[in-house]
């Protein structure tokens, strides 16, 4: 294998082409009024809640990895999070505490 086949992107599969028209949807969201961006902010969380450590009598013995980069539309729901919380402090001048 050379390296300028290591370079190309991966061929788009049939998944990819039945979620752009979702994925341009979700990006082309603008974030106009308060309440809106306070309630994408609960629905989506900030982290995987999948993900865990596994402790057995005070000792990690196994951690389970995020899950959500399994999820097609992960890149776009965070991203949708982010100009919700960016709305509510550049906008509503709020202060974003985590």
């Known amino acids: 294998m050379n390296l300028a086949s290591q370079l190309q992107p991966p061929t788009p ?3 990819d082409h039945l ?31 999948f993900e865990r450590d596994v402790v057995l009598f005070g000792r990690k ?12 539309l992960y ?7 982010f100009r919700s919380l960016c709305y509510l402090v ?3 001048g709020e202060t974003i505490s985590f």
Do not use: Y
Not at 21 to 49: G, M
Not at 75 to 81: E, K
């Open 19 to 49: 979620l752009n028209p979702v994925r341009n949807w979700l990006d082309s969201i603008e974030i106009t009024d308060r309440a809106t961006a306070h309630r994408i902010c609960k629905l989506i969380p900030a982290q995987c809640p």
């Open 75 to 81: 890149d776009q729901f965070v991203g949708l999070r």
């Open 61 to 72: 013995v196994a951690h389970i990895p995020p899950m959500c980069k399994l999820n097609p």
């Open 13 to 15: 599969t049939l998944l």
């Open 90 to 92: 550049d906008v509503c």
